[in-house]
């Protein structure tokens, strides 16, 4: 994973999501402006945003923290760390004019998120930059938020989207 894909993909998905909330306030996407949850949903939604703010927030900046002095898991964690803050921050800015755009940019980034996951998990597989006890480490935190990441892709096109259609 480079800077130059995680920042082509940033922009891309700005743009597809300006696009998106542009289409949608003017009525020609049928999607609803807001999310509409029921109650069950909504508690679900509550917990589910605790677990992320645990498994992907929480243990990767700790995983970062704890092996800052390897380039390469630097690298593979800041950039995971940034697209997540890139996602909050957008998803906060962009709540305001249109709430349920909120899911379109959690898909275009959970999708990202998930490949990105994926990529580096091949990648410290086929390097030794690690010794073995630390590949272990890395390789479970990197199977974690995958399996995690992945579950959230699914609770969205579950939950969510028909929650805005």
């Known amino acids: 994973m480079t800077w130059k894909t995680t920042f082509l993909f940033m922009v891309l998905a700005t743009l597809v999501v300006i696009l998106v ?11 609803s402006q807001m999310i509409n949850y029921s109650d069950a949903g909504l ?6 945003i605790l677990l992320a703010i645990a498994i992907g927030l929480i243990v990767p900046t700790i995983t970062f923290v704890i092996w800052f002095k390897y380039p390469e898991i ?21 709540s305001i004019w249109l709430p349920s755009l909120v899911v379109i940019i959690g898909t275009l980034y959970t999708a990202f998120r998930v490949w990105q996951l994926w990529h580096e998990q091949q990648f410290i597989k086929s390097t030794d930059f690690v010794e073995r006890g630390n590949f272990r480490i890395i390789s479970s935190v990197l199977w974690l938020l995958l399996l995690f990441w992945s579950s959230n892709l699914i609770m969205l096109l579950t939950l969510s989207w028909p929650s805005i259609l």
Request: hydrophobic share 60%; proline share 3%; net charge positive.
């Open 21 to 31: 909330g542009w289409l949608t306030s003017i009525g020609i996407l049928p999607i």
């Open 43 to 48: 508690r679900f939604i509550r917990v589910w």
């Open 74 to 94: 630097r690298k593979i964690f800041g950039l995971y760390l940034l697209v997540l803050i890139i996602q909050i921050v957008t998803e906060q800015i962009v």
